[in-house]
Protein backbone atom coordinates (compact mmCIF):
# COMPACT_ATOMS: atom_id res chain seq x y z
CA UNK A 1 0.00 0.00 0.00
CA UNK A 2 0.82 3.47 -0.64
CA UNK A 3 2.66 5.13 2.26
CA UNK A 4 4.45 8.48 2.78
CA UNK A 5 6.63 9.43 5.91
CA UNK A 6 7.69 13.17 6.81
CA UNK A 7 10.51 13.97 8.02
CA UNK A 8 12.45 16.82 9.15
CA UNK A 9 10.33 19.47 10.66
CA UNK A 10 10.79 21.34 14.18
CA UNK A 11 11.52 24.59 16.23
CA UNK A 12 13.60 27.55 14.21
CA UNK A 13 13.73 31.10 14.58
CA UNK A 14 12.88 33.38 11.42
CA UNK A 15 15.61 33.35 8.81
CA UNK A 16 16.12 30.00 9.60
CA UNK A 17 16.27 27.09 7.28
CA UNK A 18 14.61 23.69 7.55
CA UNK A 19 14.77 20.63 5.18
CA UNK A 20 11.73 18.23 5.01
CA UNK A 21 11.95 14.65 3.82
CA UNK A 22 8.77 12.44 2.40
CA UNK A 23 10.13 8.48 2.16
CA UNK A 24 7.66 6.92 -0.25
CA UNK A 25 6.53 3.48 -0.79
CA UNK A 26 3.86 1.50 -1.83
CA UNK A 27 4.11 2.70 -5.52
CA UNK A 28 6.28 3.33 -8.63
CA UNK A 29 8.13 6.56 -7.29
CA UNK A 30 9.49 7.60 -10.02
CA UNK A 31 6.95 7.62 -12.65
CA UNK A 32 4.29 9.92 -10.39
CA UNK A 33 4.45 13.62 -9.42
CA UNK A 34 4.73 14.81 -5.79
CA UNK A 35 3.91 17.43 -4.30
CA UNK A 36 4.34 19.08 -0.55
CA UNK A 37 1.02 20.95 0.85
CA UNK A 38 0.90 22.75 4.38
CA UNK A 39 -1.89 23.61 6.34
CA UNK A 40 -1.37 26.52 8.78
CA UNK A 41 -3.26 27.26 12.27
CA UNK A 42 -6.72 27.77 11.52
CA UNK A 43 -6.41 27.96 7.33
CA UNK A 44 -7.13 25.73 4.56
CA UNK A 45 -4.09 23.04 3.26
CA UNK A 46 -2.62 24.98 0.43
CA UNK A 47 -0.29 24.07 -2.20
CA UNK A 48 3.74 24.41 -1.56
CA UNK A 49 5.30 23.08 -4.44
CA UNK A 50 4.59 19.92 -6.87
CA UNK A 51 7.71 17.99 -8.84
CA UNK A 52 7.10 15.72 -11.81
CA UNK A 53 8.51 12.42 -13.03
CA UNK A 54 10.31 14.32 -15.26
CA UNK A 55 11.65 17.23 -12.90
CA UNK A 56 9.78 20.10 -14.01
CA UNK A 57 8.93 22.20 -10.85
CA UNK A 58 5.50 24.50 -9.91
CA UNK A 59 6.18 26.81 -6.56
CA UNK A 60 3.28 28.92 -4.67
CA UNK A 61 3.48 32.29 -5.20
CA UNK A 62 4.45 32.70 -1.56
CA UNK A 63 7.45 30.45 -1.65
CA UNK A 64 9.21 33.58 -4.11
CA UNK A 65 12.67 31.76 -4.11
CA UNK A 66 12.82 30.50 -0.70
CA UNK A 67 11.87 27.46 -1.23
CA UNK A 68 13.12 24.32 -3.50
CA UNK A 69 11.52 20.90 -3.68
CA UNK A 70 13.45 18.20 -5.29
CA UNK A 71 13.47 14.34 -5.47
CA UNK A 72 15.82 11.48 -5.44
CA UNK A 73 14.11 8.87 -7.32
CA UNK A 74 16.85 5.99 -6.00
CA UNK A 75 16.01 6.80 -2.55
CA UNK A 76 12.07 7.10 -3.13
CA UNK A 77 12.43 10.55 -1.46
CA UNK A 78 10.83 14.16 -2.30
CA UNK A 79 12.54 17.02 -0.53
CA UNK A 80 11.24 20.48 0.59
CA UNK A 81 14.79 23.02 1.24
CA UNK A 82 13.36 25.86 2.97
CA UNK A 83 15.02 28.95 4.15
CA UNK A 84 14.52 32.32 5.11
CA UNK A 85 11.97 31.15 7.17
CA UNK A 86 9.06 33.49 8.08
CA UNK A 87 6.56 33.15 11.11
CA UNK A 88 3.50 32.53 8.67
CA UNK A 89 5.28 29.51 7.25
CA UNK A 90 4.09 27.82 10.30
CA UNK A 91 2.46 25.02 9.85
CA UNK A 92 1.89 21.11 9.43
CA UNK A 93 3.69 19.85 6.03
CA UNK A 94 2.79 17.05 3.91
CA UNK A 95 3.95 14.98 1.51
CA UNK A 96 1.52 13.96 -1.30
CA UNK A 97 0.85 11.64 -4.42
CA UNK A 98 -1.75 10.92 -6.85
CA UNK A 99 -1.79 7.16 -7.15
CA UNK A 100 -5.72 6.63 -8.51
CA UNK A 101 -6.58 8.39 -5.35
CA UNK A 102 -4.62 11.17 -2.95
CA UNK A 103 -2.63 9.81 -0.54
CA UNK A 104 -0.64 11.77 2.67
CA UNK A 105 1.45 11.81 4.97
CA UNK A 106 1.11 12.02 8.95
CA UNK A 107 2.68 15.74 8.27
CA UNK A 108 5.65 17.11 9.81
CA UNK A 109 5.40 20.21 12.13
CA UNK A 110 7.37 23.42 10.89
CA UNK A 111 7.17 25.85 13.55
CA UNK A 112 8.94 29.10 13.09
CA UNK A 113 9.35 31.65 16.22
CA UNK A 114 11.81 33.82 17.98
Known amino acids: QVQLVESGGGLVQPGGSLRLSCAASGFPFSVYAMSWYRQGPGKERELVAVISSAGSIHYATFVKGRFTISRDNAKNTVYLQMNSLKPEDTAVYYC????????WGQGTQVTVSS
Open 96 to 103: SVAVNQDY
